[in-house]
């Protein structure tokens, strides 16, 4: 005999109740997986003149590497460029992220692209490049990198979070980098891989 809820049961009442329990509980992450919160996220286009870089990276544990994707699109939701990176190397997920982010900001500087708004899904990266306290962990001299490379080459650039519903594009460009070495850049086109996430994205988007 077991102990439950101080009243004594047998192990298979124990067994039944657990499985009625996980099963309450798997259905309420189900149904906060479907609320219209999480449903509504979805990719906002820049205001007309600007450029959104939304920006994601990939980490690829078998072949000990990570991938990074950016797309460029303007404020119709047109695609100005894109481009995947391959990196060898282990690093912390934060870290691959604002790897990304600084691959966002040097891809765009080389777009001659003045103003700017680079978007991606993770909150703590977004939140430490946009706050002005040290942080001398490896996230933060990347970040800082980051900082002294936008020093006069931008009229205006800003840094915003999204949820991973607004950046499927991104995300998917950078699950793709395992597949080639070094980069590769489309230039006014969005590559096969990510066309479908292109195309649910500009029909929902509100221009």
């Keep these: 005999m077991l102990v439950f809820e101080g009243i004594r049961k047998g192990t298979r009442e124990i067994v039944d109740i657990t499985g009625r329990l996980f099963t309450d509980y798997t259905n309420a992450l189900q149904d906060v997986k479907a609320t219209p919160d999480s449903m509504q996220m979805k990719w906002h286009p820049p205001p007309l003149g600007s450029f959104k870089a939304n920006v994601d990276g990939a980490t690829f544990r078998e072949s000990?590497?990570?991938g990074i994707g950016v797309i460029v699109r303007d404020s119709a939701g047109q695609v100005i460029a894109t481009v995947v990176k391959h990196i060898e190397g282990e690093f912390p997920s934060n870290v691959v992220e604002a790897l990304g982010v600084q691959f966002a900001?040097?891809?765009v500087?080389?777009?001659?692209l003045q103003s700017v708004m680079v978007?991606?899904?993770?909150l703590e990266v977004i939140n430490a490049i946009n706050s002005q306290e040290t942080n001398l962990s490896a996230l933060g001299l990347i970040l800082e990198d980051v900082r002294a490379s936008m020093t006069g080459h931008f009229g205006t650039i800003t840094f915003g979070h999204t949820r991973?519903?607004?950046n499927k594009v991104a995300d998917g460009?950078?699950?793709n980098a395992q597949h080639i070495e070094g980069s590769m850049v489309w230039m006014e086109e969005i590559p096969n891989c990510v066309r479908d996430q292109y195309l649910t994205e500009l029909s929902q988007c509100s221009l």
């Design 109 to 112: 500087w080389d777009l001659g």
């Design 164 to 166: 991973r519903e607004g």
């Design 105 to 107: 900001v040097l891809f």
């Design 119 to 122: 978007e991606g899904d993770n």
């Design 64 to 66: 000990r590497s990570v």
């Design 173 to 175: 460009l950078a699950r």
